[in-house]
């Protein structure tokens, strides 16, 4: 593969993103996505975003209005180096520089051939100020190689096969998710459980009675406990404290970042021996309690867990499904208590978890119909997301050696189905 050299301001327009002034409310709430590094940025195109802008705000920012294709970098801060396409017209706030490409460059090759330079841009960055950053000049100014254009597209196809069975598995995995959420909410928020004749309770006269704790009525016999009743919170450790010596069995840190990306060749190490209360494992709950308040189903393979995660695990009988939807149902609740507390981190605490008021029902055969009804549902979710952390090790594992032309790949040779097992 014969490749040539360019910097990154010969491959496209290079802009760098800006915020509309934030005092006008009016800026935002209309339809153009506004990217930031706080949105998930580990799928290949935008999915979506946590602010939309309006019209009156593309109009304050509109030489940063970005075409679809667009390859945006994240460059300043934790997230430096991150790589996203723009899938429909977007503005970015000023932490990403971006790349129109001119038409003898492929968006999704360009895509891919960044990520791989992730921890080159942060190596770049390390010497400029506290806070790592790469500007608009210095980002124009870096050289790579690339080869002609069909050589980029067929590189690209190969690539995004693999990553369109990964985003395949994300929206089977969100319907899975949302079809466990509706049934939870029609067994213990709309209280329609089947009854003894497998009716549903409420709707057929099953008889309720008023909870003052949470002011509304909730099945007789029923209990409010706080959600620490129904499982363990195990905070992780500082695993700086338990760094691996050369000789040492390691494993992977397990931070907020790898709860959203998976382990990476980012991830920090820590040795093998850490205590066993902090190991983690696919399958186990994980609770990130400061800053993004997330919970997951982990199914990254086994780990060290990071401080600012809980590991949850069920107590006595509680079906794991039920205790992982009482969570999710209960995030709400915490990132309202987080927002008065005016943090700008979550930062909930045992206190929290505490005072957290959560209905039960009193009989085990109502959680075991649960459990019985629900697991299919989880465990295809499990297996589906095992699927593409394989996947993503084995594209990352590729992506390399595709790039700088150790591996090559004929069009006729990308016809792979990857839509099953």
Known sequence: MDLKKYKLGDVGKIITGKTPPTNNSNNYGGEIPFLTPSDDLSTVYVESTA??????????????????????????????????????????????????????????????????????????????????IINKSQFSQIEISLPKLSEQEVIAQCLSVIDRKIALNREINRNLEAMARQLYDYWFVQFDFPDENGKPYKSSGGKMVWNEKIKREIPEGWKIVSLPTIATFTNGLACQKFRPKSEDEKLPVIKIREMRDGIT????????????????????????????????????????????????????????????????DYISVFKGIAEARKTTMGHITQDHLNQSQIVIPASKSILQAFENTISPIVNLFVKLSQQSKQLMRQRDKLLPLLMNGQVSVMPREINCDLSHG
């Open 51 to 132: 602010k939309m802008l309006s019209n009156l705000g593309v109009r304050s920012v509109k030489k940063c209005l970005l075409p679809p294709r667009s390859v945006c970098v994240s460059c300043i801060g934790s997230d430096l180096g991150r790589v996203i396409l723009t899938k429909v017209e977007t503005v970015t706030n000023q932490q990403f520089n971006a790349i129109i490409p001119h038409s003898e460059f492929n968006s999704e090759y360009l895509y891919y051939y960044l990520t791989s330079l992730e921890k080159y841009f942060k190596e770049l960055s390390a010497s400029s100020t506290s806070v790592p």
């Open 265 to 328: 060749s980012e991830s920090e190490w820590v040795a093998a021996d850490i205590p066993d209360a902090v190991k983690v494992y696919d399958g186990d709950i994980l609770f990130s309690w400061s800053a993004s308040l997330e919970v997951m189903i982990w199914t990254g393979g086994e780990g060290g867990l990071n401080q600012h995660i809980f590991k949850v695990e069920p107590k006595s009988y509680y079906p794991k499904a039920f205790v992982y939807i009482q969570i999710l």
